[in-house]
Each structure stands twice: as C-alpha cells, then as structure tokens.
C-alpha cells in the first residue's frame, strides 16, 4: 500500500552510514529460484546460497551450530553473518538503500523498525508462506507475538525470540512481612510503600528511569489502567486511563524508588535489584538471568516472578517480538530465504534456542517440560500466563519511534520532578501528534 519512501531512505542512510562501505557488488548476490529437475527432489534447492544477516547473541550462536544439518537436507548454503547491533543497522541500511539483493534474510526488531521497512518496501510479505507446510504448525506461534510482526494484514516477520513484561519480587522480603504477591497495581503501589526503607539502603520499587528507556516499561502500566500511545492516527497519551498509568509508573519511582533512578535503564535498575537493594522490579523476563547469576546476584535464591498486576483494565502486560527474521524484498532467492526460516523457527529449533535463554514465540513450548525447565517455574508460568494477554506493542507505532519515546517518556519525568502530569502529558501529546503528522509525509 505504501510507496518506497526516497526521501525518508536516504535520511536513515545518511543519519546512520556516515563512513560505512558501499554495499556488496552485483556478482555476490545470488542468481534466482529457478525450478529444479529431478534430481533436486531429494535437496531441492541445491546449488543455492542464501545470506543471512543476524544478530550477535546467543539464539544465532544456537541456530549456527546446526545450519549444516539444513545444508545437508536441503543442499542449500547458507552465509550466515553474525553481527553487533549497530554494526547489523548499519549494514542493513546500507543494503537496502541501494537496492541490494543481499542478504535475503535478515534479523530486526519489529517493535522499533517494521513501519519503516515496510514503508520503503525492504521487507517481503510471508502471508503466501506461512500455511504451506502444515507440519510447520503456525497457528502455534502466540498471537500477539505475530501481530507484533504483521502490518496492514502483511506478516513481515516470523518472531524468533520474545519479551514479556513481568514482576520480580523478592520471595524473602514479603514472607517476613507478611504481603502476597500484588495482584493490582494499587497492592503494588501498597506493598512498595511499606517495604521502602531508603535509610537503610533498601527501596519499595526499582525500574527505568531514564526517559527514553522507560516508555517500553511504562507501557504495561498505561494498557493495564485502559490506556494507549495512540487511537488509530491519534495520539492519546493524554488521556485519563493514560495519565493514570503514567503516574502510577511516578509514584512508584519517585516515592519508592532509589536516588538517582531517572538515570537508569535496565542495567542499572536489574543492577540494583541484584545487590538486594529492592523489594520490587517490574521488567522484560528476557534479562532475568542478571539478576540471578551467581556471579552478578547476591540475593540469587531469594527472587520471585509473577504475572503483572492488573490496573482498572485488567492486567495488560506486553508480549512484543524482540527479533524477528524478514526476507530481502529484493532478494533472488525467497523461496530458499523462506525456507531457512522455515526451519530455523520450527519447533524443534526453538526448543533449542529457548532453552538456552532466547524465550521463543512457540506456545506449545512453554507447556513442555523441555521447554520450560532451563527457567525458574514462576518465571516459566509468568511467561506463559503473558504471551496468552499480551499486547502486541510497547512502544508507539510510528515511524519516528525514538522521537516519540522522547515524548512519552517526558510525562514520568516531568512527574517524577513534581511537575503536573495533567499539564506534562498534554504537551507531550501535542509534540507526539505533530511527529505522527510528519511521519505522514515521508
């Protein structure tokens, strides 16, 4: 439905490649699909290459070490790259801003990138591959993790790892005080309240502060209270259900919360927890392991996960895909691309790259006990409980996603300060509607 958008490609390209190389000459891209004879029945796609592009972190660790099981069965090869973060968007703009057919697939981040791949036209629709193989079984990806990676009806991505946002507490703490697990935000905002104890160096509640970093943890708060960033083209962080879930995030951090947290993000904040120095840490499940590494964890045996706790809306934690992986619009070889990810994102693979600490999107997994063993069981539960009400989103869905996680986090901020959120949130709103009205135009 979009046009590929000149101006707003070369803005990224020059925004992010200032010094980086040229892209990969037409002789290293790979020659098309074309049918295969008889002798490719048994590896149908013999002889071709397929590049891929994926992200420096333990679930492409896992899948590397069997990408020759695939080269045997399918008689494909695959050039798979791994690449730091930055480094992969560099790369990957410098591809497709010069119309590159290299890679053909790639990794991204749906949640931050999708609206302005799909804009340009970089990524290639999966609608046409998902249901093909029924032993796929696609219906068991969770829902929300799908519709994180689908836009205007068109799957652009299959999810390969996932965030839910969960409650840490610690188990001790609450046993000697005698408080459950908060079921509400407002058992929360109570248990932190009681429990905050700042002349002793211990505090009620620690999370992102930061104002850009906060807005995917402020996110639960808003949906749980009725809330969202946006009502269609509209920007809605103004409004009642919102504001309520922007200052109950404030309260807790300020009230509750330990010097200098407008300065964190989750490194910071999981940091905090770790050393015992909090009762409470709501956050991604996906970073539990620095708060219970014997190495970085001094209260390693004492922490506890639960589901988020329901605002007036009912608990609306997010289930995002963190990752995912796309095929090249460009590309000269889908169906080889797609078959790739048709295997690295079969069961058997995410099994794999769940249990080594990549939470996958595979529902059916999260109720084996192979799939849910290498986490603690409450973490293992959370998980499972969120992906079932998860939201799909986090973060506004817009193309300008940084500049408009500038402006909702500027709300908590400005709340945590002592300023009137009423008067912060409308302005904000204003500043996130006209970034809304120039994504228009690009």
């Known amino acids: 439905m979009f046009k590929h958008s000149r101006t707003t490609a070369a803005a990224l390209l020059l925004t992010l490649l200032v010094g980086v ?46 990408i020759q099981q695939l080269e045997a069965s399918t008689g494909m090869k695959v050039d798979f790259q791994v690449i730091g973060e930055d480094q992969l968007q560099q790369k990957l703009a410098v591809q497709f801003t010069t119309n590159a057919a290299s890679p053909d697939v790639f990794m ?18 999966l609608n046409d591959y998902v249901n093909k193989d029924a032993a796929y079984d696609f219906a068991d990806f969770a829902k929300s993790s799908i519709e994180a990676a689908t836009i205007e009806n068109k ?7 996932t965030d839910q946002f969960v409650l840490y507490y610690r188990k001790d703490i609450l046993e000697k005080n005698g408080i459950a697990v908060p079921a509400t935000l407002d058992e929360l905002t109570a248990a932190a309240k009681k429990l905050h ?29 009725g809330g969202d960033f946006m009502k269609g083209d509209k920007a809605a962080i103004n409004t009642p259900e919102a504001i309520k879930g922007f200052q ?40 539990y392991k ?15 996960f639960a589901k988020f706790p329901a605002g007036d809306a009912g608990a609306k934690p997010y289930n995002i895909t963190a990752w995912s992986l796309a095929i090249n619009s460009k590309s000269a070889n889908k169906d ?19 249990r080594a600490g990549a939470p996958g999107a595979r529902s059916s997994l999260w109720t084996t006990k192979e799939g849910i063993e ?29 500049e408009a996680r500038d402006a909702v986090g500027s709300v908590v901020v400005k709340a945590a300060l002592g300023e009137d959120i009423k008067a912060a949130a409308d302005q904000a709103n204003a500043e996130f509607q006209a970034i809304i009205d120039k994504d228009k135009t690009k």
């Open 108 to 125: 991204y981040r749906p949640y931050m990138d999708k609206i302005l791949y799909h804009k340009n036209g970089w990524t290639s629709p």
């Open 155 to 161: 799957i652009e991505s299959i999810p390969v790892f």
């Open 336 to 354: 080889a691309a797609w078959e790739f990810i048709q295997w690295a994102t079969n069961k058997e693979n995410v099994l794999k790259t769940q």
């Open 290 to 304: 620095n708060t219970t590494d014997p190495e970085k964890s001094l209260v390693k045996d004492k922490i506890g």
């Open 21 to 66: 190389a040229s892209a990969c000459s037409p002789s290293q891209e790979a020659a098309p699909d074309k049918p295969g004879g008889a002798a490719a029945a048994d590896k149908p796609f013999a002889g071709k290459k397929v590049t891929v592009f994926a992200l420096n972190h333990p679930w492409s660790d896992t899948i590397k070490g069997s």
């Open 374 to 402: 290498t986490y603690p069981a409450d973490l293992a539960e959370a998980i499972q409980e969120t992906m079932k009400i998860g939201v799909g989103h986090n973060v506004p869905e817009v193309i300008s996603v940084g």
């Open 197 to 225: 104890d700042p002349a002793h160096d211990f505090y009620g509640f620690v999370g992102r502060g930061q104002r850009n970093a906060l807005v995917t943890a402020v996110s639960s708060f808003v949906f749980s209270q």
């Open 248 to 287: 109950t995030y404030a309260t807790l951090i300020k009230d509750y919360g330990p010097q200098g947290v407008l300065n964190m993000s989750w490194p910071q904040a999981s940091a905090i927890f770790a050393q015992g120095k909090a009762a409470f840490y709501a956050e991604t499940a996906s970073v």
